[in-house]
């Protein structure tokens, strides 16, 4: 017993740790396990029967052995000896005081199969060497429960020997003397009958010294010496053998409870362990997902990077040839641009040179016709063109100087502009070359500017001078004739002198102009020095930069190489972790959860289903009898274009409130005070929306650990919902809850109607249906993975009922003709912050105005 004890205790450990469920009595697996019952019982049936032939067995064997040991007996002891012997114990034992004993040092964790049942403990019968080994031996190899029933068939035997020796013992009490019958054995020795009587007593009682473990019980067996302390020690034995019968019996019940309860909890475990393989299914789904999705990222990102790389090179390559194009195209621009400039610059020489020419020419050929016509004033005159014409020849000379330092500063000015150009070539040629254009725009305006002023300068010149001429001309004519006659001596003179001027300045003059001609050609030597120098240095830092373009192709395939490489082997790791991942998962799978998702399609056909039922109720006519409990007067609707409409649109706004009242504000509130349980619940664990984006529902945010419990609790409470229980079972209480919300939402509905109009049976069972109707569809929305809400407003106000005192201040009202129908999430509980509207189900509101 203490080891089937201990047994059970163990049993209740293992037990403990077990998940509670409640099995499906239709399906598969309750079906085999109905079985294994089945064949359980019949296994324990046959075991029984085999039990009770054993048992039967055994007590013939003890009755043929009880038969020997009595025929034994007879042998040693005469008849009339133990008749003598029963009456003079009869005659000796006085009544005893019966003193009330407690056992205590009964252990009741060992009991009484603790030890092996060597003994039978009956005044004629023991067990033998060989049945006691073979009944231990069936003891301990035998299951807890078999050794119970064993024990307890041994204690049936033990109860009848301990019957007899207690009612020896009464019968002692009752006798003060011993009578002996024979007094041809006692009458000499009174005592001698009862010293025979307590030596079988005791051989009795010693033999069930090894049952019970008692100090007392031993001390008194070791000192027996009166029937008080005989009946003092059967009353030890007698109360630690009922213990022990007692201990039996509730190991017996104990163990039918333990067996029904272990059944119990083995389908619990199997129901726990079904929907621990449908998440692992859902997480192998989850995983191959999102591995998928992984791989596909990486393949794209791989794309995009290759793509990209491409596109990079393209358009490189494009740009480095519209590089040299625009580069080619500019310099033969800028050499076409100087050789222009070169030209107008040798074109305004020439002319600064025949104008030169032709300006000395006439002033030659008007000299010697003023000499010829006017030889007086030939020397003054001279003299004043020697000076004119030495200011002519400075200025000149200055024009020329200032042509060639402003040519030098424009070659200077182009030389740095194209060393600017060349080094900002790769970066905006389109600026410079504008940059270029407006400076030599500019340049040419100035050019052209300096030489009309100059030519200006020299026409009003030129003018001025004939003017002077014309006038002085007129005075000298009259001093020339005054001194003609003194001039003529000088004349000569002057002639001679003027020769040699004239020969030297052409000299001076022909000098001057063959340096000008070396400064010219040693200007454009230089430049085309320059520019060869500049052409050398721009093809250098074109091969450099191709050097450079192909060092950086050359590093951009090497890490296109390495990243390709790292996307292999980071592939190959991520497909052999996902593998390895989906075999252990594979391990415990063992069915599949055959969750239906809802398509847009059935849920606007159901949604509109509801609004259709709802607006043909709000058609109802509203009675004229009925006006005083009307929710507005006849004079509300003077302004109103449609009457009958508006009252409509009206009794929509009061049915739908209702309804998302008591049916669709959350996913539990159909479930009447349970149901609110739940949302409090639900609202402690994952908090409010109140204050956030998701103001419209009512609820936690949407997140995939709140709606993984939303969706896991209805699905719960709508099986305890289709299930009736009876007695105090939560779910008893659930499905109470829901039909008393059912119940309540249609009398309310039924109240509003009334008060406008009065209201059938047929009417009142038709609300009934509309309300299961919608309680239905809201349920099974309730167990989808994306959360459904009911907008009830357009700017989020909260809808009320039809009453004169929800009018605002302007005397306006707003109500709800059809709600709108909106979801967050997918079919697989993710994107749960995208709002969407379903397919068909806008919103339809309205104004009333009151006023």
Known sequence: MGKSNSIFREIREELVVLVRGQPDPNSEEAAERRGQKEARSAAKAAWENDQRGRSSRLRRVRRRNRTKRNSSDSRSRSRETHQEEDNSQQRSINNPRESPMKFGSYNTNQGFSALPPKKIFTSSYQFSPNEAEDQRMRCQNDSPSSRALQDAEISRFRLQEIARLENIAKSSANTETFEPEHPEHHESDPERGWNAMLERMCGGLNSLRHDCPSPRFDALVANLRSPTDLELAMKIVIQAYKDATWGRQQLERDLKELETSFETLQIKSDERLAQRTWELNEEIVRIQRESQREVGNLEGRLSAIESQFNSQEYKHEDQMHRLRGEHQREEKIQAENH????????????????????????????????????????????????????????????????????????????????????????????????????????????????????????????????????????????????????????????????????????????????????????????????????????????????????????????????????????????????????????????????????????????????????????????????????PFTDQSFRHSENERRMKQYLIQNTLWVILYERVFCTPFRILGEEGKALEREWLQRFGSATGTSFAPILGPRPTKESEVWRYETMKNCVEATSQASGGPDPRNMLRRGYEQSVTDTAKDLCDELGRVSTISPSEKQRMADLVRKAAKLWMEIGQQRYRMFILMSETNLEATRSRPKSVNREGKLSLVVIPELRRMGNAQGEKLDKNELIMDCKGKFSIFSAS
């Open 339 to 630: 050789e222009l400039q070169r030209q107008r610059l040798n074109g305004d020489l020439k002319r600064l040179r025949n104008k030169y020419d032709t300006d000395m020419k006439g002033l030659r050929d008007h000299h010697e016709k003023e000499t010829h016509a006017n030889d007086v004033a030939a020397g003054q005159e001279l003299a004043r063109i020697r000076t004119e014409l030495e200011q002519r020849l400075h200025d000149t000379k200055l024009s020329l100087s200032t042509i060639k330092e402003t040519h030098d500063n424009e070659i200077a000015v182009i030389r740095l502009q194209n060393d600017e150009e060349r080094s900002r070539i790769s970066k905006d040629l389109d600026i410079e070359m504008a940059q270029m254009q407006k400076h030599h725009a500019i340049e040419v305006d100035e050019i052209v500017a300096r030489y009309e002023s100059e030519k200006a300068a020299l026409v009003t010149e030129l003018r001025t001078t004939e003017t002077q001429y014309q006038t002085r001309l007129e005075e000298m004519d009259i001093q020339l004739q005054q001194e003609i006659v003194g001039k003529d001596r000088r004349l000569d003179a002057l002639k001679a002198e003027h020769d040699e001027e004239k020969t030297g300045m052409r000299a001076a003059h022909e000098k001057e102009k063959v340096a000008l001609v070396t400064d010219l050609r040693t200007a454009k030597s230089q430049y085309q020095k320059r520019l060869q120098e500049m052409d050398i240095q721009l093809q250098q830092e074109i091969v450099g930069k191709e050097k450079r373009l192909d060092a950086l192709r050359a590093e951009h395939d090497e890490e296109k190489t390495g990243m390709r490489a790292a996307h292999e082997k980071e592939k190959v790791s991520l497909t052999r972790g996902l593998q390895e991942s989906v075999e252990v998962l594979k391990g415990a799978l063992v069915r599949r959860d055959h969750f239906k998702a809802m398509s847009d399609h059935e849920l606007s056909y159901r949604f509109q289903e509801i609004s259709s039922e709802v607006d043909d109720i709000a058609r109802i006519h509203w009675d004229q009898r009925q006006v005083s409990t009307w």
